[in-house]
């Protein structure tokens, strides 16, 4: 049995919670926010029980309780110290929302922590989990469209639809201190942008050689913004492979979304075929019952196939990565986006970032 606590209960703990409940290998013991009046919401509303202790203070939560995993679901700022905290109470497994950290500085202590008191860190990432993008992966790495040379990411974000989520809850993504990344921060390429930092790089399983981005302001968010990579051919390929991602606002439209109003579609272009996957946070809405938005399509040998049978809501996403940790947990396999890997995510975000600062393009190797 697998004591649970977390910390942070805020809207995303109801999206990681889910792969927890019902699991006999599982007891959630505690639950830590800095306003616990909001915590005893969410014990009612996921009916977790009346045994559950409760602290405003993640330090004391740690100190008193005997936990074999932790979720840290805090704001960029206060993940480092967390994970550390959690490190050196003896916490066996540690999952830790995106992004990583706000500098490779802060990284570094993370895994030095957790592989001194032998603590299992995993940076929270559910896209790799969505049944879709699994499909698709098993695909390109089965080697049916060929090698790959050229991906695209576009990430929509609308302006309305979607989870109500209070202006109190968003306060500190617009302190450049607490979100991270440039100067005036970064709450779309550090924050959002996370996710397609990691598709980008897991999809091909290559790493980023160079970057140059760009963004604009938009009310206090670093978009629209728009990212050109290039990939380090680790392997030889067919052709050299690039990629590139566009964050695009949309605040006059409607994104119908049981989540946030935002959806993400990618373009896979390779040696003897082309790959589309279509959707992510809002798949399973009217686009994806339309017969434009199959969550695949693929054209390939002169005819276009398409996959719909999935389970296609994004909750089932952060299902399978919880199932995924509690089984690293468990011993039985390594987390996707351990430390060391989420470090090289991170220092892709951050070349792409001081790219934008700079005006230039950004080997990561120099970072």
């Known amino acids: 049995m697998f004591k649970v606590g977390f910390i942070g209960t805020g809207v995303i703990f109801d999206l990681n919670l889910l792969g927890y409940l019902d699991n006999k290998e599982i007891e959630i013991v505690s639950l830590c926010n800095r306003t616990i009046e909001k915590a005893k919401i ?3 509303r996921f009916n977790l029980g009346k045994d559950i202790n409760l602290y405003s203070d993640y330090r004391e939560m740690l100190k008193k309780e005997e936990l074999d995993i932790v979720e840290i ?10 994970t550390i905290s959690a490190a050196k109470s003896g916490v066996k497994g540690i999952s830790v929302q995106k992004p990583m950290a706000l500098t490779l500085e802060e990284a570094d202590l993370m895994i030095e922590a957790c592989k001194e008191f032998r603590s299992i860190l995993s940076i929270y990432e559910n896209f790799v989990f969505s049944p879709h993008i699994i499909k698709a992966k098993e695909l390109i790495d089965q080697d049916y469209i060929g090698d790959p040379s050229s991906l695209r990411v576009k990430i929509a974000m609308g302006g309305k639809g979607g989870w109500q989520i209070p202006e109190s809850a968003k306060i500190w993504r617009k302190i450049p201190k607490k979100v991270g990344g440039a100067q005036n921060g970064s709450p779309v390429l550090l924050d959002n942008g996370w996710h397609a930092f990691v598709l980008a790089q897991w999809l091909f399983s290559e790493e980023i050689e160079k970057v140059f981005a760009w963004t604009d302001s938009y009310q206090g968010m670093d978009a629209p913004a728009y990212v050109m990579f290039k990939y380090k051919q680790i392997t030889e390929h067919v052709v050299p492979q690039y990629g590139h991602m566009e964050f695009s606002l949309m605040p006059d439209l409607t994104i119908p979304s049981r989540y946030y109003p935002t959806d993400e579609f990618i373009e896979i272009i390779a040696s003897r075929g082309i790959m589309r996957i279509n959707q992510g946070t ?4 009217i686009m994806t019952d339309s017969e434009i938005f199959p969550p695949i399509s693929v054209i390939r040998d002169g005819k276009v196939e398409f996959y719909r049978d999935f389970d296609n809501d ?6 399978n990565a919880t199932h995924h940790f509690i089984e690293a947990v468990k011993g039985n396999r390594k987390p996707i986006l351990s430390g060391e890997y989420a470090k090289k995510i991170l220092k892709f975000n951050l070349a792409a970032i001081k790219s934008t600062e700079l005006g230039k393009e950004i080997y990561l190797d120099d970072m």
Do not use: Q
């Open 42 to 44: 969410k014990i009612k």
């Open 73 to 82: 679901l805090l704001p960029h700022h206060l993940h480092a110290e967390a």
């Open 282 to 285: 809002s798949i399973g809405n």
């Open 314 to 319: 994004w909750k089932f996403s952060f299902i």
